[in-house]
Structures are given as C-alpha cells and as structure tokens.
C-alpha cells in the first residue's frame, strides 16, 4: 500500500536556527512527490515538485532534496513567518493527473 | 489567474440535512480534485474529473456523496442523510495535466450538529 510518513509532527525552532522536516514514503513506483504549506484556516499552497533521486528545488528559505526513499524540506534561518504545516504528498505512477497521498504533515513554529 | 474559489467557506448544518459545495477551479486547467481534510491529518482523496467525465472515486466517496462537474467548467460536492462523521475541510484543488502540481483552494468547512 502506498504510504508517506511525515516526522516531526510538531518542530519548534528559534528565529535563525536551520533544520530539516523529513518525509519517508512507500509507492509502487514513484511518478512525483510535493511539498506543500499550509497555513491554519487556508488550503495546501504548492512549493516543490520533485520527479527523481538526486534532484534538488530551492525557494527563498526553504531547500527540497530526494532520494529513493524519502524527501527532506531543509530550512535555513527561517522566520516567524515560515510558521505553518509542511505537507508531504506522492503520486504514484499510472495514477497520472489524479489521487495525491498524504502524509499528516509537520507543524513548524518559529519564535522571534 | 484567480486561484481556486470554493464557496461557501464555512457550513453548519444539522445531521440530515442535504449540503453542496461549488469549486471554480483555475480557468483552462481541465483536472479537477476533491479532497477532506480532518484535524491534524493530511488531506485524502475523494475524486477527480478530467472535464466533465468523472474518471477516479476514492472507497471514501460513500454513495451518500455525489459530484458533477457540468461542461468542465465549475463542479459541485453534495453530500445527503449528512452525519456527524462528516464534519471536515472539503477541499479542491485543479490542475492544467496529470504532471503539473495540484492546486488547492481554501476549502469549505462543513460542521454537523
């Protein structure tokens, strides 16, 4: 069965203090995995989409690396407002164009 | 591009009752998602048309809950006989092909009571 588990659940860090959000997922063959934000109250905002082993996408603070059994979301020196869940979701190949699985996602808090 | 709107964004309902949700989704992009959200879980997929044909339904889609998308345009989530258990975020997301990221809207948040 396919599977994406999401550690730490919950992460708090001092303004400044890099660290890294781990996704570790089980698929019969991997089409795509994505990182999403979340704030509270809102929809999953898309970051990264990530196709193979070795590829590596990077926006502002936030770096996404993969390998053939999970995904790291890197934050350096990140700010109060990087606070918000980081969702985790893979898409298995011949499920092109449809379900997107979930893990339950990393609650990061950041404090000034 | 506006995003995807969905409509309304809350919803309170007494157990039984009969409710829809509306989702636009982003113009030319002809993959549509519905996903539930419950508190500190990841969303789950409930089902995707590509225009107006509906081509994927999760087991989670009880035959209580049915979904359109007339024209391939906007679509519709209703849910009938609603029970406590269906309290949740229903969330949409469209996508321009099976490749390109999901994009979501903020949801509609249905309460039962």
């Known amino acids: 069965e396919d599977q994406v588990t999401q550690s730490p659940e919950a992460l708090r860090l001092q303004e400044g203090e890099s660290s890294s959000l781990n996704c570790s997922y089980t698929?019969?063959?991997?089409?795509?995995l994505f990182w999403y934000r979340q704030d509270p109250g809102k929809g999953p905002e898309f970051l990264f989409t990530l196709y193979s082993a070795g590829e590596e996408k990077e926006k502002e603070r936030l770096k996404a690396t993969l390998t053939k059994k999970e995904s790291f979301l890197h934050i350096t020196a990140p700010k109060p407002e990087d606070s918000a869940t980081y969702l985790c979701a893979v898409q298995a190949l011949g499920q092109a164009g449809t379900a997107l699985i979930f893990g339950k996602g990393t609650t990061l808090s950041v404090s000034s | 591009d506006t995003g995807v709107s969905q409509d309304p964004r809350h919803k309170i309902t007494k157990r039984g009752q009969n409710v829809t949700f509306r989702c636009d989704p982003i113009s030319e992009h002809n993959r549509l998602y519905w996903y539930r959200q419950t508190l500190g879980q990841g969303p789950e997929f409930l089902t995707y048309f590509q225009n107006e044909a509906q081509l994927e339904k999760s087991r989670l889609l009880s035959d209580r809950f049915s979904a359109e998308r007339p024209k391939g345009s906007f679509s519709t989530l209703e849910i009938q006989r609603t029970e406590q258990g269906d309290s949740a975020m229903y969330l949409c997301?469209?996508?321009?092909?099976?490749?390109?990221?999901?994009?979501f809207g903020d949801g509609t948040r249905l309460s039962i009571l």
């Open positions: 997301a469209s996508s321009q092909t099976g490749n390109q990221p999901q994009h």
């Open positions: 698929v019969s063959g991997l089409r795509g």
